[in-house]
């Protein structure tokens, strides 16, 4: 059942979430504007709950006290070795519009190969959380989901700006998002074979969540002002943190 459970989330992460961003783009730009905004403030609240009150203290139990520490050292060092690979690799956007390397027509394979790579953890980490136990592994998989879908829906944006036609975007867009579910089986074999590497698994899904919460998705917020705003985008937050923690007291904890 639990093998199950990995592969429904992984596949409602990747293609669900590409379905669900292709049908965002199809609204008018105002629309899809509040739409994806309101999106992005749920998903903050998710992501960090997610992290903090799912994943970390599971990734603690998980070890020796004796090791603690070294959780706490995968989760700062998975926030570091994030940050370098967005800095490095994945670039998502050039500032100089007339940059060579990151001009509209490098944009496209780029956020692809990056989007495929990003997608791959995703599948990684909803299998080692639901290896822990079905409240983990749906606080995981609701959180990929939630934050997944502005982020394709994003992602859309550029393809179709770097020339991509809306059907090959979709079917890119599928593609590299597919590697999740490759990921999830081979995380479920090996992270239940090799139980030591789960609790710093989740401690890396973590930094992610941390990392993508903090990093990608509160700065798109602070591009709107005002208090009108400030308070939808607070209560969504607020949301998402009371259906996360909700979920908690709803699904069992059992290793």
């Known amino acids: 059942m639990i093998f199950w459970y990995i592969i429904l989330f992984s596949i409602l992460g990747s293609i669900g979430a590409v379905s669900a961003a292709a049908i965002f783009t199809k609204f008018n730009d105002n629309r899809q504007k509040k739409l994806i905004s309101s999106l992005i403030s749920f998903a903050i609240g998710t992501l960090l709950t997610s992290a903090l009150i799912g994943l970390i203290p599971e990734a603690l139990h998980g070890v020796e006290h004796?090791?603690?520490?070294s959780v706490m050292i995968t989760v700062l060092f998975g926030i570091i070795f994030l940050f370098f690979l967005e800095k490095i690799i994945i670039w998502r956007k050039c500032q100089d519009s007339e940059c060579e390397i990151h001009g509209h027509e490098a944009a496209g394979p780029i956020v692809l190969i990056g989007d495929a790579f990003h997608n791959f953890t995703d599948g990684l980490m909803i299998a080692?959380?639901?290896?822990?136990?079905l409240n983990t592994g749906f606080l995981t998989g609701l959180a990929v989901i939630l934050h997944e879908i502005?982020?394709?829906?994003?992602?859309?944006?550029?393809?179709?700006?770097s020339g991509y036609s809306r059907k090959r975007a979709f079917?890119?867009?599928i593609l590299s998002g597919s590697t999740t579910i490759p990921?999830?089986?081979?995380?479920?074999?090996?992270?239940?074979?090799?139980?030591f590497i789960t609790p710093y698994m989740l401690a890396f899904s973590a930094a992610s969540f941390l990392y993508i919460?903090?990093?990608d998705l509160t700065p798109e917020l602070h591009k709107k002002w005002g208090l009108k705003h400030t308070i939808s985008q607070l209560s969504l937050i607020i949301?998402?943190?009371?259906?996360?923690?909700?979920?908690?007291?709803?699904?069992?904890?059992?290793?």
């Open 239 to 255: 949301l998402g943190f009371i259906m996360m923690y909700s979920i908690t007291f709803i699904l069992p904890h059992t290793h």
């Open 150 to 161: 502005p982020q394709e829906t994003g992602d859309f944006g550029i393809l179709l700006h």
């Open 183 to 195: 990921a999830a089986i081979v995380g479920f074999y090996i992270f239940d074979s090799f139980t």
């Open 213 to 215: 919460a903090l990093s």
């Open 128 to 133: 080692a959380a639901f290896l822990i136990n």
């Open 66 to 69: 004796d090791n603690e520490n």
């Open 171 to 173: 079917l890119y867009n």
